[in-house]
């Protein structure tokens, strides 16, 4: 059977020309920069419900490691950045789903949120996402290369070739790094820089009660907000305005504080009313709370924000159907097929080019009953019969085949970062529970088995989606296929042996939150894990039927109304659901990408490529470097006598003392305006 023609194109380094791709070297210096991005994506996805695509900062460190160090090749970087990204996608996935194991009906999920579950969910997600990308990359990446553009697949192609030809592209990112590290020891280690300068009003205020406006001055927020840009970040701190400068002033003078505290013994918050503390410090004496704006945000702009979410991903996936179905059907039409066959027929022929050598279909066939038969026998997989894991692991191979092939064409269309990943596990979450429901098995034991399925789709999904952008890459840059995807297998296991431990790590409560008997950091104000909040009130509410609709379904509708008026429903639901302290700083980032495009504009400069501005590369150090911070800091915090050592280095009562409350917030704001001053004035440095 004679395969399709390939459309006329001529790689970088041509298919006659073999130079070193598949080393140690490249393999090792990407699994560590999987390692560092992924869990620097686990915190800052814990966070702020957000990732930041790995695939162009890798490949701008892996030139200049390269360069400097390492001597490698364009083909080595290529596989350097390929086995890194693997890491935010894994991380993202994880992220997103796994947390709400905590979150179910009872604690009936809380055992399996432990590293081996964590660990086993990852890799079998991430390898299903890798494994069934393999018979596609020819009909999506090879055949519709003139209609796929892959956006950051295509960028970082771009950063590949520039970096081969000559340019000093990772030294800006490096500063950035710098700068972040310097203002993060500041403020993480010797608290120079207050962390959440805070302005609110009394609920004694007679006209706005309980209004509050917060800032996490963080670099990493910043930076993000530069990157993801005004639009996007306008949206969110437009959810977050609504929440904490609308609903809980409304709330705060309608709603009595024991209602509200019956509220947070309901949902678990207070163990009952003659009980101090809580969210927001209840006093059962004069049945007030210290912090009236804290404890309406935990009993009921957080469900309100959930139903937001929620219909905010369901619309988002409806809005995609034609995609999908479009995006299925072409993906496995006749000529997909046989084109499928033509290349597993050739495989390890002299007749196949270097450029066209992927792994074998038999791989993805027996790789998938192999996991399958994993999901089954495995301890760290719940279910309470075979039938059960049975039932879980057909549903995984099903749901992962059909998403895995719809986030790859999505994600061609649209990139990676608008790719509707959360709308695809809700719509997998949703699917499985009516099935569970279907066969009889319904209440909270059957919570952790839905939620599996759905983490391990979502982690599929994400890394399908990355997947698809490397590979395009190395289709653009000449790369051997079958060398991507076993960096993409090895880039999936190293990443989640890191991942896991992460999350499990930053869940370590530190002594001030146990002091407030919270045992989990992840769901409190430290890590909020908006999506994993999300997945498991859909999960209780699809089978245990115990959610206060009434909440869920004023936030669904708020939603409907934003995309009414064409905003993105889900980042204004996402706004909705973070504290205001989230997005307010992610939206000055987002306000100095505004401003520094419209002096361009009015200069008249024309910026090719975006990504490899002086910004975006700055932008990107700041991300980086105060997400890693913030995680070593949270590491180092585990051991409590190092936590003790480093709380003894504050400078913060000497300052309050000096400066007083409003002067210590008031010299925060001042730093973090400095920091956004540094970023602007880097961004206008253009090359």
């Not at 820089?193 to 910043?222: C, D, H, M």
């Not at 992927?358 to 009953?369: H, T």
């Not at 699917?431 to 919570?447: N, R």
Request: aromatic residues 8%; glycine residues 12%.
């Amino acid at each position: 059977m004679t395969p399709d023609p390939i459309p006329a194109h001529k790689p970088f380094v041509p298919a006659s020309e073999s130079p070193a791709e598949f080393t140690l070297k490249a393999i090792i210096t990407g699994a560590v920069f999987g390692v560092l991005f992924g869990a620097a994506t686990v915190y800052l996805s814990l966070k702020a419900g957000l990732s930041v695509s790995a695939s162009i900062p890798i490949a701008v460190l892996a030139i200049s490691l390269g360069r400097r160090f390492l001597n490698t090749t364009i083909l080595e970087n290529n596989i350097i950045q390929t086995t890194g990204s693997a890491g935010e996608s894994i991380a993202s996935g994880v992220v997103f789903t796994m947390p709400g194991f905590l979150f179910l009906t009872g604690g009936s999920g809380a055992d399996f949120f432990n590293y081996w579950t964590i660990l086993t969910l990852a890799i079998l997600g991430g390898l299903i996402g890798t494994l069934m990308m393999i018979p596609l990359r020819r009909s999506l990446i090879v055949q519709e290369h003139g209609t796929l553009p892959y956006p950051e697949g295509t960028a970082c192609a771009s950063v590949l070739i520039a970096g081969e030809k000559g340019g000093d592209f990772a030294k800006t990112a490096y500063q950035g790094l710098g700068v972040a590290l310097f203002y993060a020891l500041l403020q993480k280690v010797l608290h120079v820089i207050a962390e959440v300068p805070v302005w609110a009003t009394k609920q004694a205020n007679r006209y706005f009660p309980s209004a509050q406006v917060a800032g996490e001055i963080t670099p990493e927020y910043l930076g993000v907000g530069y990157i993801i840009g005004f639009r996007i970040s306008a949206v969110l701190v437009g959810g977050g305005i609504l929440a904490w400068l609308a609903l809980i002033p409304l709330l705060a003078s309608v709603v009595p504080g024991d209602t509200i505290a019956l509220q947070l013994q309901k949902l678990g918050y207070l163990d009952n009313l003659q009980t101090a503390g809580g969210p927001g410090g209840w006093n059962p004496a004069t049945h007030t709370f210290s912090d009236a704006a804290a404890a309406i945000y935990r009993a009921y702009i957080r469900q309100i924000g959930a139903g937001a979410v929620t219909a905010g991903g369901f619309m988002t996936l409806i809005k995609t159907i034609p995609t999908i179905v479009s995006s299925f059907r072409q993906s496995f039409s006749k000529s997909s097929i046989n084109a499928i066959e033509s290349e597993d027929a050739l495989s390890g022929s002299n007749r196949v080019p270097r450029t066209e050598q992927d792994l074998s279909v038999r791989i993805v066939v027996i790789g998938s009953i192999i996991l399958a038969a994993l999901m089954v026998v495995l301890p760290q997989i719940p279910g309470d019969s075979l039938l059960t894991k049975l039932l879980i692991a057909v549903l995984v191979i099903v749901f992962g085949f059909f998403f895995v092939t719809v986030a790859s064409r999505i994600v061609g269309l649209i990139g990676s970062s608008s790719s509707p990943v959360s709308g695809m596990t809700i719509a997998t979450i949703m699917g499985t529970a009516l099935v569970f429901i279907a066969v009889g098995l319904t209440g909270k034991v059957y919570e952790p088995a839905v939620l599996v399925v759905g983490s391990m789709i979502c982690v599929a999904a994400a890394n399908a989606g990355g997947t698809s952008q490397d590979l395009k890459t190395g289709y653009l840059v000449g790369a051997t296929p079958k060398y991507q995807q076993m960096a993409l297998f090895i880039g999936v296991i190293v990443s989640s042996l890191v991942v896991g431990a992460t999350v499990r790590v930053l869940d370590t409560p530190t002594p001030d939150l146990l002091a407030q008997g919270i045992t989990h950091a992840i769901g409190s104000d430290k890590f909020p894990a908006p999506q994993g909040t999300l997945m498991a009130t859909l999960i209780k509410g699809l089978l245990s039927f115990n959610l206060d609709w009434q909440f869920v379904l004023v936030g669904a509708f708020m939603a409907f109304v934003f995309e009414l008026c064409g905003v993105s429903a889900l980042a204004f639901a996402v706004g909705l659901y973070l504290p205001l302290s989230t997005t307010l700083p992610i939206f000055v980032g987002g306000l100095m990408k505004a401003i520094v495009d419209w002096n361009a504009k009015r200069k008249g400069i024309v910026e090719e490529d975006a990504d490899l501005g002086k910004g975006n590369l700055f932008a990107t150090g700041l991300v980086a470097g105060g997400a890693l911070a913030g995680v070593a800091v949270a590491l180092l915090s585990v051991n409590e006598s190092i936590y003790n050592g480093l709380s003894s280095l504050t400078l913060e009562p000497a300052l309050g003392r000096a400066l007083g409350e409003g002067g210590y917030m008031l010299l925060g704001a001042l730093s973090f305006a400095g920091l956004a001053g540094i970023l602007w004035r880097v961004a206008e440095s253009r090359r």
